[in-house]
């Protein structure tokens, strides 16, 4: 039972271009929804993460854009580097005391020069 | 550098093999995280443990156990392998165990089983 779906599965962008990262969550108790990224032969690293009482939140280039009412949430990319080139991960974790995280499947993005 | 460490960095064994993976957490945090990745699932939490206790429990097989040792690092125990437990296991860790904790994850332990 995947209860964070992420998609697309893998993304190729030009430098400079938008990538956009969507996820989907069903468990209404989730209120804590972090993005991490993972270069190759790494451990994930949290990015940016948002609670659905704010509907965007930016830090530097990356973005998320939350909608409580649809449960999605999106990572966008501006001005995209090859150096974001990486697997993009959302998580989601619930309000019941616990740190625990589900994560989406990830994202493979490529920046292309 | 995350501050989290595993090892070993690879294993391979056979199978119906039992081996365990070590985790040292950052200084100062008292959660460690297991995970476990692969292509198909994605990552997968398995369990945590906070300060020495088991604090939640995930997609662990009862093949595999952990535990947390006094000086906090911990050691995750997979026993009778199968082909399909080959994957990346993460250790992460985390100040606390509430909600919304940030976890700092390791660099992996790559299994292998033939």
Redesign the interface.
């Known amino acids: 039972q995947q209860q964070v779906k992420q998609s697309p599965q893998s993304l190729i962008v030009q430098k400079g271009g938008i990538p956009i990262i969507n996820c989907a969550y069903e468990n209404t108790a989730f209120?804590?929804f972090?993005w991490?990224q993972q270069f190759p032969?790494?451990?994930?690293?949290?990015l940016i993460?948002i609670?659905p009482d704010v509907s965007e939140k930016k830090e530097g280039r990356f973005t998320i854009s939350f909608n409580k009412s649809a449960k999605q949430f999106s990572l966008h990319i501006m001005d995209s580097q090859p150096g974001d080139s990486a697997t993009y991960?959302c998580a989601a974790?619930?309000?019941?005391?616990?740190?625990?995280?589900?994560?989406?499947?990830?994202t493979m993005l490529l920046v292309s020069p | 550098d995350?501050g989290?460490t595993q090892t070993p960095k690879h294993l391979i064994t056979a199978t119906g093999q039992r081996v365990t993976l070590r985790c040292s957490p950052r200084s100062g945090d008292l959660?460690v995280?297991w995970y476990q990745q692969s292509l198909d699932?994605?990552?997968?939490?398995l369990i945590?443990y906070y300060n020495g206790e088991e604090?939640?429990k995930?997609n662990i097989l009862e093949r595999f156990s952990a535990q947390q040792f006094p000086d906090l690092h911990s050691e995750l125990n997979l026993s009778s392998l199968e082909l399909g437990d080959s994957a990346l296991y993460?250790c992460?860790s985390?100040v606390?165990?509430?909600?919304?904790?940030?976890?700092?994850?390791?660099?992996?332990t790559r299994l292998l089983v033939l």
């Open positions: 209120d804590y972090p991490y032969g790494k451990g994930p690293a949290l993460a609670r991960f974790s619930a309000n019941s005391g616990y740190s625990t995280l589900t994560f989406g499947k990830g | 995350s989290v959660s995280y699932q994605g990552l997968q939490f945590q604090r939640a995930g993460f992460a985390s606390g165990s509430g909600e919304g904790e940030t976890q700092y994850f390791g660099p992996g």
